[in-house]
C-alpha cells in the first residue's frame, strides 16, 4: 500500500486548500512560479506540486514560501 493511500481524505483536502490559498497569494502578488521556487532555493516543479496540494512541505519550507511572497505564514495556512 502506497503512503499516499494512507493519508486521510481530510488531510488531502486541507493540503489541498494550502496550495491553493499559496497560489492566491503568490498571483495577488504578481509573481510567477518560478520567482518564488528561485527566492527559496527549490526546483520550480516541487514548488508547483505544493501549490497543487500533491506535496506535504516541511514547516520551513512553508515559512520561506510566505517570506518569499510576503505574506504572514498564517495567511498560508488559514482555515
Given at each position: 500500500?502506497?503512503?499516499a493511500a494512507?493519508?486521510?481524505d481530510h488531510v488531502l483536502a486541507r493540503r489541498r486548500r494550502?496550495?491553493?490559498q499559496t497560489r492566491a497569494a503568490r498571483?495577488?502578488?504578481n509573481l510567477t512560479q518560478e520567482q518564488v521556487a528561485l527566492r527559496i532555493g527549490m526546483d520550480r516543479?516541487?514548488?508547483v506540486r505544493i501549490e497543487q496540494g500533491q506535496a506535504s512541505p516541511l514547516l520551513d519550507t512553508l515559512i520561506l514560501?510566505?517570506?518569499a511572497i510576503g505574506v504572514p505564514l498564517?495567511?498560508?495556512v488559514r482555515e
Open positions: 500500500m502506497s503512503r494512507q493519508i486521510p494550502i496550495g491553493e498571483l495577488e502578488r516543479a516541487s514548488y514560501i510566505a517570506d498564517a495567511h498560508l
